[in-house]
């Protein structure tokens, strides 16, 4: 295995400079090492808490091919319980959605709290001699390793030794709260509209983190029917990109004026406005109101993402545009295909017409019917499908984009009282965000 | 908004098959399976009502007994003639790559039945539709099943598409995008 092992290394050196071996995103060996090395301890995102905000709602969600139910107890507790019978292995829950006090086994009728306390085995007595055989009182589904959560989004980890989720997501927290925390409420999320693709899970996770450069012609026709005016080539390279720890994202420039005048340009409602300026810090603030950055796309490693982007969607003569945001997860199948999760995100707090038109503007936008995803993933599965032949294995695609040979940026980061947010950011076209996610992926893929 | 279940009241069971509403309704369906085959989606506009709400649920497994089978708030589509027209007009630009080149498509129709309503202006048409779409010559195609419920209106002397509500068999789509119609 010594030749493997330097192949790996080889593959690693040249992800770390910016060139990316092609057959990273359709490599049966590799995505048995994510599985392995990655997905076996990063925090994964599962579910939103609003999705069960009552007292026995549950949801069922995987980690790579493991279920779990998250289930709200009779305390309003949040578990995360491994979906399978102690006894025989059964999934104890088989849809994927709604209200249960119990969850009982089809097989042989053991019955699960939604808690996880294994409650009721039929002829404990006659079939174990009660305790003495099976210690029924002390058992309970297999809980995940780890569960935790921020702003309302749990995450799981497979790892009972993560470090902390607020420390690994760390500074990147600080641009997750424009998305996840617009009011006191937080957010409540709808969906997700789930659909596979025969793409590698990789490829939006980067897209996503920091590929301005693929808007303007990618998403050309959006622009072309006036549904998003942003996009245009000479606009969207003013905008930003920033990396803070586990996580990065895009921005826009927005033109000239205050706080509340470049958050109504976007399309929030004066309302909303008060709420969002009684929940961000200043320093949030100030990345908009003084800095002239509103957040657009972004990725959490390994594999969720985010949206925010405020087209026009309504039938009327003015130009009135209103936001929408989204939450992605990037639900890896194998080497070649992902399970898109695609969640509608809208502050609690927010006025019933603005929920309706910005749910109308994200179907309209992303998702399965959006029109600027459908474009991307016809992209992702081409790039997929030829990754995977043996010329992919010759060739390193250059993501080296901002850096010139010496490694010196083309264009230097931008100064902390030009960008009020952690981390670092740049304007203009440039890869670091693909960079750096790649490099978080290779760390974790070299440690045994 | 209305749904095409709230728009079209049926009354009773389905016509008998030589009905003339019937035979209208059928070839009504057959027509327009052509026209989203050949993606002659600017005719196919003109087949549709000012007001029309064109809605597509995603599926969910349910309990048994759960009482719903739709996740709440949630849908692939959730159009009315402005949104769908935004569509049409996108596939019109020369930007639109998903379909270009544009997939080989076949929108299969059948168990189609009709139901008059208690005004005459109005037709509830059910129907199961298979789409399957072949793109390239790599992945293999693609399918989607799924049952309508339309609600057909009198204008003038056709029949203008005035609701539908698709019902999509699968919870997971196997299909990379929905840049159809369906």
């Given at each position: 295995m010594a030749g493997h092992r330097s192949a790996l290394e080889n593959v690693l050196e040249n992800v770390r400079r910016g060139m990316i071996p092609a057959h990273i995103y359709n490599d049966k060996e590799l995505?048995?090492?994510?599985?392995?090395?990655?997905?076996?301890?990063?925090?994964?995102?599962?579910?939103?808490?609003?999705?069960?905000?009552?007292?026995?709602?549950?949801?069922?969600?995987?980690?790579?091919?493991?279920?779990?139910?998250?289930?709200?107890?009779?305390?309003?507790?949040?578990?995360?319980?491994?979906?399978?019978?102690?006894?025989?292995?059964?999934?104890?829950?088989?849809?994927?959605?709604?209200?249960?006090?119990?969850?009982?086994?089809?097989?042989?009728?053991?019955?699960?709290?939604?808690?996880?306390?294994?409650?009721?085995?039929?002829?404990?007595?006659?079939?174990?001699?009660?305790?003495?055989?099976?210690?029924?009182?002390?058992?309970?589904?297999?809980?995940?390793?780890?569960?935790?959560?921020?702003?309302?989004?749990?995450f799981i980890s497979m790892d009972a030794g993560a470090q902390p989720l607020e420390d690994f997501l760390g500074d990147f927290r600080f641009y997750l709260d424009f998305y996840t925390k617009q009011s006191r409420g937080g957010l409540e999320v709808r969906g997700p509209q789930r659909w596979r693709i025969k793409a590698n899970w990789k490829i939006g996770a980067e897209n996503f983190a920091g590929d301005m450069y693929h808007t303007p012609h990618t998403h050309a026709s959006i622009v072309d029917i006036g549904l998003f005016r942003e996009p245009k080539a000479q606009k969207r390279k003013d905008g930003a990109t920033y990396w803070a720890q586990c996580g990065g994202g895009t921005t826009y420039k927005l033109p000239p004026g205050s706080f509340d005048e470049r958050m109504r340009y976007v399309g929030y409602p004066v309302e909303m406005i008060d709420y969002i300026k009684g929940v961000w810090t200043p320093e949030q603030q100030r990345l908009v109101g003084e800095d002239g950055f509103m957040i657009s796309a972004a990725s959490c490693f390994p594999n969720l993402s985010f949206v925010h982007n405020w087209p026009k969607v309504l039938d009327s003569a003015d130009d009135d545009v209103l936001p929408f945001i989204s939450i992605r997860l990037w639900q890896p199948i194998s080497e070649n295909e992902t399970e898109v999760c695609s969640w509608f995100a809208v502050d609690s707090a927010a006025p019933p017409e603005y929920k309706k038109n910005s749910y109308k503007a994200y179907l309209m936008c992303f998702g399965s019917t959006g029109m600027f995803e459908q474009d991307d993933v016809e992209n992702w599965v081409s790039l997929t499908n030829t990754a995977g032949g043996a010329m992919a294995r010759r060739l390193l695609l250059n993501s080296r984009m901002g850096l010139l040979s010496d490694n010196r940026p083309v264009v230097d980061r931008l100064p902390s009282e030009a960008f009020h947010g952690p981390g670092y950011a740049q304007v203009g076209y440039n890869e670091n965000n693909q960079r750096a996610l790649l490099r978080l992926w290779a760390e974790h893929l070299e440690l045994a | 908004m209305t749904t095409s279940a709230e728009l079209g009241k049926p009354v009773g069971k389905p016509l008998p098959f030589n009905d003339t509403r019937h035979l209208q309704a059928h070839q009504f369906l057959v027509d327009e399976a052509y026209l989203l085959d050949a993606q002659d989606y600017e005719t196919w506009l003109d087949t549709l009502a000012d007001d029309i709400r064109y809605l597509m649920p995603v599926r969910v497994t349910t309990a048994l007994g759960a009482g719903f089978d739709t996740s709440p708030g949630m849908a692939h589509f959730d159009e009315d003639k402005y949104s769908l027209s935004r569509r049409v007009a996108r596939f019109a630009t020369e930007h639109a790559w998903t379909e270009d080149p544009p997939s080989r498509m076949r929108h299969f129709i059948t168990n189609v039945r009709t139901f008059a309503c208690e005004d005459e202006a109005h037709l509830v048409v059910e129907s199961a539709e298979l789409l399957f779409r072949s793109r390239g010559d790599v992945n293999e195609a693609a399918l989607v099943s799924c049952g309508r419920r339309d609600v057909l209106r009198s204008d003038r002397d056709q029949w203008k598409l005035a609701g539908r509500t698709i019902l999509v068999d699968e919870s997971v789509l196997r299909m990379q995008n929905l840049a159809v119609f369906l």
């Open positions: 995505f048995e090492l994510e599985k392995e090395r990655l997905f076996s301890r990063a925090w994964v995102f599962v579910a939103h808490e609003s999705e069960i905000p009552h007292d026995g709602d549950y949801v069922v969600r995987r980690v790579l091919d493991d279920s779990f139910i998250i289930t709200r107890d009779a305390k309003g507790e949040v578990h995360a319980l491994f979906n399978m019978c102690l006894h025989r292995g059964m999934q104890v829950c088989r849809a994927e959605m709604g209200n249960a006090s119990n969850f009982r086994c089809p097989y042989h009728g053991w019955t699960y709290r939604n808690d996880g306390r294994l409650t009721g085995l039929p002829f404990h007595r006659e079939a174990y001699g009660g305790d003495d055989g099976f210690r029924r009182s002390s058992q309970t589904l297999v809980p995940a390793p780890n569960l935790a959560s921020y702003n309302g989004l749990i | -």
